[in-house]
């Protein structure tokens, strides 16, 4: 790896360890191992890099938690929407643990979204890619195929997304379980659940 690489992957550690408030640039070359120069060589600015590093760590969630899809060995997802719907709560509610660090910095960037525009502008499109994707891997609804369908659905699906893993945050005894999303959603459906 050269040193680009070391301080995003570097920054990306200090952001789940210190969050993105009390990283600086000295934590950053320290995890990274890499030197002050380095930071604005290869990224401009601490701030440029922070965000990269969050967009990336991200990403790296929603690949952790989605449902495989298609390449060989991986299981198909159900084609009952309501059983698909349960397993991909299953998936992200599964990680939830594992997945705290993640969803503390992302509650942590939200609040710093109304003093720094140059983050938000940096997080609106991932966040739209990240609807179409919850769209596709939680019900099956191709993007590219029915734009609008995967568009709405997806914001739904991200709302979702957000209270459930906050609620896990808050009080996992009582927070949503797969099946008790999937009830719900039959609840609202008129069906019974």
């Known amino acids: 790896m050269g040193h ?6 570097g920054a990306k550690r200090c952001l789940l360890e210190k969050g993105y408030g ?28 922070l965000q990269q590093a969050f967009l990336a760590l991200t990403e790296e969630w929603g690949e952790q938690v989605s449902v495989p899809d ?8 159900p084609a009952d929407p309501y059983e698909r719907f349960r397993a991909m ?8 643990e594992a997945s705290r660090p993640v969803w503390k910095l ?15 502008e940096a997080i609106k499109e991932p966040q739209r890619e990240g609807r179409l994707g919850i769209a596709e891997g ?5 993007p590219a195929a029915d734009p609008e369908k995967a568009r709405v659905a997806g914001l739904l699906l991200q709302a979702m997304a957000t209270g459930v ?17 999937t009830a719900g959603l039959k609840v609202l459906m008129g ?3």
């Open 4 to 9: 680009k690489e070391d301080l995003l992957e």
């Open 22 to 49: 009390r990283t600086t640039a000295r934590d950053i070359v320290a995890a990274s191992g890499t030197n002050l120069a380095s930071i604005g060589y290869h990224y401009g600015s601490k701030d440029a890099l």
């Open 70 to 77: 298609g390449p060989e060995g991986a299981v198909p997802p």
């Open 89 to 96: 709560w299953a998936q992200l509610i599964g990680a939830a």
């Open 106 to 120: 992302q509650t942590e960037v939200v609040t710093r979204l109304d003093d720094d525009e140059k983050l938000r």
């Open 138 to 142: 939680m019900l099956g609804i191709d």
């Open 165 to 181: 893993m906050i609620q896990w945050m808050v009080d996992p005894d009582t927070a949503p379980s797969a099946e008790d999303l």
């Open 191 to 193: 069906e019974d659940s």
